[in-house]
């Protein structure tokens, strides 16, 4: 049964109405506790073999350097060559996120708006009958 409130657009017919779409991730430095772990869990989503291969290293060394033996670690060239190879953004937007704040607080002044803006957003829907 449909929803009387989904509507089809007609054919060729252009919507103004955009989607609000919320993530509830928590952020990329909230998920890891270190670079190293980030790095180890976009090595093991793509495979040791694989991304050992691109590295030119042995899957038991990349392994070994990424776990938490103080002997051998995972270099910087290392990181390098993994993210030229692979693709994955994910450990540089970890350190970004990480060590790169907002200085002149324009985020916190924006986040302490969103209620204010809330409140008038949902005196708007009840206008608008949509609330």
């Given amino acids: 049964m449909k929803s009387a409130v989904i509507k089809r657009l007609p054919a060729g017919a252009a919507s103004n109405e955009q ?33 050992s291969i691109d590295l030119d290293q042995a899957p038991s060394n990349l392994s070994v350097q990424l776990s938490d033996d103080p002997s051998r670690h995972f270099s910087v060239d290392n990181l390098e060559r993994y993210v030229a190879h692979t693709g994955d953004l994910v450990p540089i937007y970890y350190l970004v996120e990480k060590f790169i704040k907002p200085r ?22 009840k206008q608008a009958g949509m609330a």
Avoid: H, M, N, W
């Fill in 104 to 125: 002149d607080g324009r985020q916190e002044a924006a986040l302490s708006q969103l209620p204010a803006v809330a409140e008038q957003l949902q005196a708007l829907l």
């Fill in 19 to 51: 989607q609000l779409t919320l993530s509830f991730e928590p952020g990329i430095s909230d998920r890891y506790g270190s670079l190293r772990e980030c790095i180890a869990t976009g090595v093991y989503q793509r495979g040791l073999k694989r991304v």
